[in-house]
Nanobody
Framework: QVQLVESGGGLVQAGGSLRLSCAASGSIWSIGVMAWYRQAPGKERELVADITRTGSTKYLDSVLGRFTISRDNVKNTVYLHMNRLRPEDTAVYYC????????WGQGIQVTVSS
């Protein structure tokens, strides 16, 4: 079992920045890829960014150059640094850990006002 706890969301004006954190606990030895997903009202959940244990990353096209995913394997934490936020980035953001089965955090709201 893996537990994921997210923090760092909130309300920000367009053009601003936020940093999301996701701390993993439990069977952390089994975690491979960690990722951030988001789900806006009325839309499907989408992958925002992911990162392997060795630091290889992948991003949704619309966040390239604005968001950065990073990972601290000592603290068992994954981060999402979000810059130049846009109103369309408004969503509930979910942390995900792939540990044979996929585990999800509880979700955290990010709201970007225009």
């Amino acid at each position: 079992q893996v537990q994921l706890v997210e923090s760092g969301g909130g309300l920000v004006q367009a053009g601003g920045s936020l940093r999301l954190s996701c701390a993993a606990s439990g069977s952390i030895w089994s975690i491979g890829v960690m990722a951030w997903y988001r789900q806006a009202p009325g839309k499907e959940r989408e992958l925002v960014a992911d990162i392997t244990r060795t630091g290889s990353t992948k991003y949704l096209d619309s966040v390239l150059g604005r968001f950065t995913i990073s990972r601290d394997n000592v603290k068992n934490t994954v981060y999402l640094h979000m810059n130049r936020l846009r109103p369309e980035d408004t969503a509930v953001y979910y942390c995900n850990a792939d540990a044979i089965v996929k585990y999800w955090g509880q979700g955290i709201q990010v709201t970007v006002s225009s």
